[in-house]
């Protein structure tokens, strides 16, 4: 419990971080040129985001590498991941549908054989790559990334199949795990959050039995440019 609790605090004070650097500055009495005014408001946030990062970054691998408990460990790996998705998106670095399920394939590789489940990727050799904007990479990210921590916390699976489906308009996932199943989502927040994401992306998330035994998780969205909106 101590070490859950310490990872709390660190994400509290990474909250209050966060908002602290979004909150409007004070006008200053001397006039300044808005583009000064800007670059001076980017340099700053940037110098907290790279300070969080570090420092909270830090703690965070060292809860991930000390941790007795693999479920506690993934846990403090999927806020690290969290934290590392808010400094790329401050970036604003571009990326294609492809870059991001590479990203997306990588994390899950490492989260799930940390805890002894095996990764069955599949995606064709050759599927559409749109660019993809800042706030549908973060979306996709969180929603499959809370569907990996539900199958590593409460499923037993020993195997995540991931189909990949996708063309210019569209991305289908498919995550079957062969765990005690599920069926019907939960109503936990963690589902909740995902269905709203997906909203977000013009699309929609199912739960269902996967064949045998186990949950299958089916995620459905746009791959059209979506209004921005906050994540």
Known sequence: ??????LFAFVAGFAFAWGWARRPRATAVIAVPQIDTAQALA??????YADLHDDLGAKLLQLIHTASDPRQADLARAVLQDLRDVVTRSRGEPGTLGDVLA???????QRLAAVKITLDWQEEDEIADPPLSQHQSLHLFRIVREAISNTIRHAGATRLRVR????ND?????LSDDGIGRGSAGRGRGTHNMRERAKELDGNVTWRDATGHGTKVILSVALNETPERAA
């Open 43 to 48: 340099e700053e946030r940037e110098r907290i």
């Open 170 to 174: 569209r991305l289908t996932l498919e």
């Open 1 to 6: 419990m101590t070490a859950l609790a310490a």
């Open 164 to 167: 990949v489906d996708a063309t």
């Open 103 to 109: 990203d997306i394939r990588s994390e899950a590789t």
